[in-house]
C-alpha cells in the first residue's frame, strides 16, 4: 500500500509530507483548494507525464516521491529483479521536474527510465476518476479480473501449461522441416563430408595427445643425434682420423718402447691403461643408450601424418581440430534425418496434433467456466447498481472467441466488460458509454464485487460522488468502505456521507502566505472532521444542525 507522499515545489505546494494508513482515506476541501494538485503529484511519482507548469513559481525544480510497502508476492519485486535492481521492504518512486519540464526517475534511489516508473505504478495504484479512468476501463485487465472473479487460476495454469507443451511440439516439427529440407539441399556435399569425417574418425582430445607425442618423439630423436655424434667422437669412422683410442694404443707403445730400466713411465702406462679401459667402458654405455632409448623413426613420422590431417580438416570445416568429432555427429545427424526423412516428421506431426487437441480442450474448458463466471459477475454487479443511481445499467460482459494467430497461454477468448446505461441501450465499451459520474460508479460497483482478486493494492477515486447527494452519495460511502476492508483506498471527494467513512480524513486547504497562494494538508482529528462535515454539509455558515447532522453521520458510519 501507499505509506507516504513527499512532494516538494509542485505547483501551490511548498513542501508536504503525508502518511497513509490501510483502509479508506478521505480527501476533502473547497473547490480549487489543490485536491487535484496532490493527485497529479502521485501520478507524477507513478510515471505520468511531466511538464514545466507542475514547477512552482521561482523554483529551479519540484520533486515528488511515493513511498509503498507492497504485499509478499507482488508483481513489482518480479518487475525489479527484471531490472536488476534488488528488491526491498519499501519500494520509493521519486520523480525530479525542472523548470524546463525534463525530468528524471528514481527508484529506491537508483535512476531509472520513466517507462520503468509507469510499470511500477500501474502495479501499485489504480486511479478511477471521472475523465481518467485506468484499470478496469483497460479491456486488457479484463480476462484476469474475471478469472480471479471466477477462482479460474487453476484452469488457467492448465491453459498456460498446455499452451507451452503445443508451442513446443510446433518449434520441434517446424526444426525438423527445416532440417530436412536443408540436408535436401546440400545432400551429396553431406555424404561425402560424413563418408570423410567417418574414414578420419577424429577422437575426442586427439590433437592434444598427438602433439605431445609428437614433441616427445622429436625430443628422443634429438637425444639420439646427440648420443651417436659421441659414439662418433669416440670411433670415428674415417679411417683417416685419429680415434681416441687408437692415441691411447699408440702412447702407450711409445712409452713401452724406453729402454730399461723404466720405472718412471710406470705411472703414465697405468693411467693410460685406465683411459683406455675407462674410454671402452664409455662406448659400451653410450651404445646401450642407443639400442635401448632410439626413437622409431617411422612412428614420428606416422603421429606427424595424423596431426596435419586432423588440422586440414579442421580447416576445411572452418572449426577446431577439437570440435570435428561434434561436427561429425551433427552432420551424420542430418544425414539421418535427411534418411528417417518422412518418418520422423510424421511421428512429430502426430505429437504436435495431440498437443493442439490437448490445449483446445483446456482452452475450451475455461472458456466454459469463464461464461459461467460471467454471468455470476453480471449478477453481483447488478445487486450494486440500484443504490448507487444507477437501477438502469447492465453490464454485459462480452467473450468473443480470438483469431486462432492471438490464442496464447491465457486461453483463445477475447474478454471485454460492456455497459449499457439505458434500457433499449446496446452495451458498449465502458469508457464510451457513460458519463463521467455515472463510470466512476460503475467503477465503484465493480470493485466492490471484484476487490477479492485485484492485484493492485491501492485504489484512488476522484470525485466518484460527483452528481449525487443523500442516499445515493450514503451507498457510495458504504461500498468504498467495503472495498477498502481489502484494499487501501483514498477518495477525493464533496459529499459529507462519503468523508463520514474514512478511517482517516484529509483536508486540503489554500493559503496565502506572502503574497503568494500556497496548499496546505492537515489530517483532522475526530473534532475537527465533526466540524469539516458541518462545512460540507450546510456551507460557509456551519449550524449546530448542521453539526448534528455530522455527528449523526460520524455515529452510522462507525
Not at 537508483?110 to 509507469?118: E, H, I, K, N
Not at 586432423?310 to 572449426?319: M, Q
Not at 568429432?325 to 504436435?352: C, I, K, Q, S
Amino acid at each position: 500500500m501507499l505509506t507516504s507522499l513527499a512532494i516538494r515545489d509542485v505547483v501551490l505546494i511548498e513542501r508536504l509530507d503525508l502518511a497513509f494508513g490501510p483502509g479508506l482515506t478521505t480527501l476533502t476541501g473547497e473547490t480549487g483548494a489543490g485536491k487535484s494538485i496532490l493527485l497529479d503529484s502521485l501520478g507524477l511519482a507513478l510515471g505520468g507525464r511531466a511538464e514545466s507548469g507542475m514547477v512552482r513559481a521561482g523554483q529551479p525544480q519540484a520533486s515528488v516521491a511515493a513511498a509503498f510497502v507492497p504485499p509478499a508476492g507482488h508483481p513489482a519485486f518480479e518487475i525489479l529483479r527484471e531490472q536488476g535492481i534488488e528488491p526491498e521492504e519499501e519500494l520509493v518512486l521519486r520523480r525530479v521536474v525542472q523548470a524546463d519540464g525534463r525530468s528524471r526517475a528514481f527508484v529506491n534511489d537508483q535512476p531509472v527510465g520513466v517507462a520503468l516508473l509507469r510499470r511500477l505504478g500501474a502495479t501499485l495504484v489504480e486511479v478511477q476518476g471521472q475523465h481518467d479512468q485506468v484499470g478496469l476501463a483497460d479491456p486488457a485487465s479484463h480476462a484476469g479480473l474475471l478469472d480471479a472473479f471466477g477462482a479460474l487460476e487453476p484452469r488457467r495454469a492448465a491453459v498456460s501449461e498446455a499452451w507451452g507443451a503445443w508451442r513446443a511440439a510446433t518449434r520441434r516439427l517446424a526444426e525438423a522441416r527445416t532440417a530436412i529440407a536443408e540436408a535436401q539441399r546440400e545432400e551429396e556435399w553431406l555424404r561425402h563430408a560424413v563418408a570423410e569425417l567417418q574414414e578420419l574418425g577424429p577422437a575426442e582430445g586427439e590433437e592434444e595427445r598427438l602433439a605431445a607425442e609428437r614433441q616427445r618423439l622429436q625430443q628422443g630423436e634429438r637425444r639420439a643425434e646427440a648420443i651417436a655424434a659421441a659414439i662418433a667422437e669416440l670411433s670415428p669412422r674415417d679411417r683417416r682420423a685419429t680415434s681416441p683410442a687408437r692415441a691411447l694404443r699408440e702412447a702407450a707403445r711409445a712409452l713401452e718402447r724406453l729402454p730399461p730400466p723404466n720405472e718412471e713411465a710406470q705411472p703414465a702406462l697405468a693411467a693410460l691403461a685406465a683411459a683406455q679401459d675407462a674410454l671402452a667402458e664409455a662406448e659400451a654405455a653410450l651404445s646401450r643408450l642407443l639400442d635401448e632409448g632410439g626413437p622409431d623413426p617411422r612412428r614420428l613420422e606416422q603421429v606427424e601424418e595424423r596431426l596435419f590431417a586432423l588440422r586440414a580438416a579442421a580447416r576445411k570445416h572452418s572449426v577446431a581440430v577439437a570440435d570435428l568429432p561434434a561436427l561429425a555427429a551433427e552432420l551424420r545427424a542430418r544425414l539421418e534425418a535427411l534418411d528417417a526423412g518422412a518418418g520422423h516428421v510424421a511421428t512429430l506431426e502426430r505429437d504436435e496434433s495431440a498437443a493442439r487437441r490437448a490445449y483446445l480442450a483446456t482452452a475450451g474448458a475455461l472458456t466454459e467456466a469463464r461464461r459461467e463466471a460471467a454471468a455470476r459477475l453480471e449478477k453481483a454487479v447488478a445487486k450494486e447498481l440500484p443504490p448507487l443511481k444507477l437501477d438502469r445499467a447492465r453490464l454485459a460482459i462480452e467473450i468473443a472467441a480470438k483469431e486462432e494467430a492471438a490464442w496464447g497461454p491465457d486461453g483463445q477468448d477475447r474478454i471485454a466488460f460492456l455497459v449499457s446505461t439505458n434500457p433499449g441501450q446496446a452495451p458498449g465499451p465502458l469508457a464510451k458509454i457513460a458519463s463521467g459520474g455515472e463510470l466512476s460508479r460503475l467503477m465503484l460497483a465493480l470493485k466492490v464485487v471484484l476487490a477479492r482478486g485485484s492485484p493492485v493494492p491501492t485504489l484512488v477515486f476522484d470525485e466518484v460522488d460527483s452528481g449525487i447527494g443523500g442516499a445515493t452519495a450514503a451507498a457510495v460511502g458504504e461500498r468504498l468502505a467495503r472495498v477498502a476492508e481489502r484494499l487501501q483506498v483514498l477518495v477525493v471527494t464533496h459529499s459529507p456521507q462519503v468523508a463520514a467513512r474514512g478511517a482517516a480524513h484529509l483536508r486540503v486547504a489554500k493559503l496565502v502566505k506572502g503574497g503568494r497562494a500556497e496548499t496546505r494538508v492537515e489530517a483532522l482529528p475526530e473534532a475537527e472532521r465533526r466540524e469539516e462535515l458541518a462545512r460540507m454539509l450546510a456551507g460557509e455558515r456551519v449550524t449546530d444542525a448542521a453539526r448534528a447532522a455530522a455527528e449523526s453521520l460520524l455515529a452510522d458510519a462507525r
